[in-house]
């Protein structure tokens, strides 16, 4: 059964960092991408970074890059999301989720998801 847990949130003050991890289990995770996503109260779900399979493509939310870093360990079955400069606006529920094909970094793309983790960015 194809599993995604994520793992990582919690409370940090604006300008903090956090490292958000993404562990999959009963598939092989080379052969998807993987993608963060973040709902906010009231607001839509989007997409803030996606990876493909290999890591030879990435894809960032105009309104984290410089700040975030997708990466990926498939050999621990492990996508990280690596925060920096955290501002009160980032503050969501953040998901991965995984799909089989790279494309846009979109919600409909992909069909696997974790049950998430939440960061509050708050002084």
């Known amino acids: 059964q194809l599993q995604l847990v994520e793992s990582g949130g919690g409370l940090v003050q604006p300008g903090g960092s956090l490292r958000l991890s993404c562990v999959a289990s009963g598939f092989t995770l080379d052969n998807y991408a993987i993608g963060w996503f973040r709902q906010a109260p009231g607001k839509e779900r989007e997409g803030v970074s996606c990876i493909s399979g290999r890591a030879r493509s990435t894809r960032y939310a105009d309104s984290v890059k410089g700040r975030f870093t997708i990466s990926r360990d498939n050999a621990k079955s492990t996508v990280y999301l690596q925060m920096s400069s955290l501002k009160p606006e980032d503050t969501a529920v953040y998901y991965c989720?995984?799909?089989?094909?790279?494309?846009?970094?979109?919600?409909?793309?992909?069909?696997?998801w974790g049950q998430g983790t939440q960061v509050t960015v708050s002084s």
């Open positions: 989720a995984a799909s089989q094909r790279f494309s846009l970094c979109v919600s409909r793309e992909y069909d696997y």
